[in-house]
């Protein structure tokens, strides 16, 4: 609200009747209902209002009452309304235990960002809310056609009317560049592609792009996998996930993530160190791929040991070798003083370069500062014509608006008259006026010409500031250059992209708080399959469902195999969802057993397994403890 605080809705409710009328939903601050019995959204209406049953779960302050529907002074207005985001993207959350409900919620936000990832089969219906609401995606900002698409950039024109055409400065076609292979503060990747095609008419609010962990609009954390709950020779013991190879071959799980790698030029006691592709008692073969500045180049295949940036620095005076007399005596001083500071792969660093940048502290001398000097006054003199042909451009577009319209008076910020009352508008009392400090109210008598003339003016004032703040960042990129820590004259940094496939030791995990790290990685032929011959995908210890108390899974599983089958999608928002009944009409349709337990065949042996085993369709998310991360060595090895 205005004072700060968050609010949420409610419904009134008076005498055991809801008010359902939206217009009378009240915002309310915790403070607020603090003395208000407040019944959950999925509390049972009839379609007047009124409370079907006469017992109603209700929450008063700290506790949970159960009341008559009398006593309800309010209504939740969604029952998702209490769980957070994170919470309320885990269908069957009902079914879940708190504490594995809060883990399941916490390790969605740990997801890692995979190559190409998959919507939920059974979600909860707010995934294309939150990439909407998020805004990491680009969106259409009204109607109009895709008039160009490529990898790096989306070309929309939008329609305009034609007063809307006339009075805006820009042009009606807007360029939206997509972000590729960015790196995050988590050293994943954000990496966009568009999902429009060349001639697609779009309208507000649609999504233009994916990836970044969504699809098609939704979000897309992980990959829907065939699961079986049966022990597998141990390795799936105490939480262990048991993988299919197909998940590593088919690059299911394959995440890309950039690290920087920055290396500095300081000024010593000894003089001033140096980025340099030169580096003594290096062979050619390790700065082949090096640029002049001694950065390598984009492109480059980085190894554990490969210099990535190349960097001397002098050493201090010591009495020279026999050896250094002699190079000294050959090469003159140079040769000898330096000695090699680079910065080179780390034994676990492998990848390509994709960008690399040089930041340099400005450090000029007399000559340098004049040509500076005029290029300023050129920069400046540029401004001027601009900013002089833009003006142009509005008066002629106020001349054409105002044309028979005669002034009921113009004034700036300070009540100044600068167009008296009663006079026409001609284009030489408009060229002399400033725009930018004038009140735009009233100029004429028709509302609808100051409407227009105000978002002309107003659109005129945001394109002058946006050359402004253009000419004010050249200005500060010749005079200052790069902002520098003090005592760094330049600084490198290499960004290096490497994909990281699943492998043992990688923490997974779905939604319902049932983690696990991956214990072996099988071939597919030996995984347990089933009786058409389909192998399972991931293989879980069913000793991990009973005493979590998170069955969320169980039901999200089998309504997930029945969507796989019949190529659907469900959506079941939390505590208002899908119900043992909707279940069995599903798994009834799409002809599966209804609890999901089917015969399996082991991989090995090809024979039937004693038992039914619970084979289902389960979402499942990498997360970012992954064990390239987590490998440590000291002295004798890993």
Request: charged share 30%; proline share 4%; aromatic share 6%.
């Amino acid at each position: 609200n205005n004072l700060g605080f968050i609010e949420t809705p409610y419904r009134k409710a008076e005498n055991g009747v809801v008010d359902l009328d939206n217009d009378h939903i009240v915002y309310m601050t915790a403070e607020d209902e603090e003395n208000a019995t407040v019944a959950q959204g999925n509390a049972p209406l009839d379609k007047n209002g009124k409370f079907i049953r006469n017992k109603v779960k209700a929450r008063y302050e700290a506790d949970f009452p159960v009341v008559a529907p009398n006593e309800v002074d309010l209504m939740d207005v969604s029952p998702s309304q209490i769980a957070s985001i994170a919470a309320a993207l885990i269908p069957f959350l009902e079914h879940d235990d708190a504490n594995r409900a809060l883990m399941g919620s916490n390790m969605m936000r740990q997801g890692v960002p995979l190559l190409r990832s998959e919507a939920p089969i059974v979600g909860t219906g707010i995934e294309g809310q939150l990439i909407q609401d998020s805004r990491t995606q680009i969106m259409a900002e009204g109607k109009g056609v895709v008039t160009y698409v490529d990898a790096d950039k989306i070309v929309i024109k939008y329609e305009r009317s034609k007063e809307e055409d006339f009075i805006s400065f820009e042009s009606a076609e807007k360029t939206y560049k997509l972000p590729k292979f960015q790196r995050t503060n988590q050293n994943t990747t954000i990496d966009l592609r568009p999902i429009v095609r060349k001639g697609d008419k779009v309208v507000a609010g649609q999504i233009l792009s994916e990836g970044y962990a969504t699809e098609n609009g939704e979000l897309a954390l992980g990959k829907n996998l065939k699961v079986a709950y049966i022990p597998w020779k141990g390795y799936n013991y105490e939480d262990a996930i048991v993988l299919s190879e197909r998940i590593v071959r088919e690059d299911m799980f394959t995440s890309v993530h950039v690290v920087e790698q920055l290396l500095e030029v300081r000024e010593t006691k000894r003089g001033m160190e140096e980025f340099t592709a030169d580096i003594p008692n290096v062979s050619e073969e390790a700065t082949k791929d090096l640029d002049e500045n001694g950065i390598i180049r984009i492109g480059a295949h980085i190894e554990p040991g490969d210099i990535i940036v190349g960097k001397i620095t002098p050493k201090g005076e010591s009495d020279p070798s026999p050896e250094e007399k002699l190079l000294k005596a050959i090469f003159g001083d140079k040769a000898g003083d330096v000695k090699d500071a680079s910065l080179k792969a780390s034994p676990s660093l492998s990848g390509v370069v994709i960008d690399k940048n040089l930041y340099k502290k400005s450090q000029k001398d007399r000559k340098q500062k004049l040509e500076d000097k005029e290029t300023l006054a050129k920069f400046d003199a540029a401004f001027a014509v601009k900013a002089a042909e833009l003006k142009a451009v509005l008066v002629g577009k106020l001349v054409t608006l105002l044309e028979g319209h005669t002034s009921m008076g113009v004034y700036d910020h300070i009540k100044t008259e600068v167009i008296a009352k009663g006079l026409t508008f001609t284009e030489e009392r408009l060229k002399d006026l400033d725009y930018t400090t004038l009140m735009l109210a009233n100029w004429t008598a028709d509302e609808h010409v100051n409407d227009l003339v105000s978002q002309c003016v107003m659109n005129y004032i945001a394109k002058h500031k946006e050359m402004d703040a253009q000419l004010k960042r050249d200005k500060f990129n010749l005079t200052i250059g790069d902002e520098l820590p003090n005592g760094i004259v330049q600084m490198a940094k290499v960004y290096i992209a490497k994909r990281r496939k699943i492998r043992v030791g990688d923490k997974m995990a779905g939604r319902h708080g049932n983690k696990g790290i991956v214990s072996k990685i099988v071939r597919v032929e030996d995984m347990p399959f089933l009786a058409d011959g389909t192998p399972v995908d991931i293989v879980l210890n069913p000793l991990g469902v009973p005493s979590r108390m998170n069955i969320g899974q169980i039901f999200e599983a089998v309504l997930g195999w029945a969507g796989k089958e019949l190529g659907v999608k469900f959506a079941t928002p939390i505590f208002d969802g899908c119900t043992m009944d909707d279940l069995n009409e599903w798994t009834d349709k799409a002809g599966i057993p209804r609890a999901g337990k089917t015969q399996l065949y082991d991989g090995g042996t090809g024979e039937a397994f004693d038992q039914m085993a619970t084979v289902v369709v389960n979402y499942f998310i990498k997360l970012g403890h992954m064990v390239d991360d987590k490998m440590h060595s000291r002295s004798i090895g890993p």
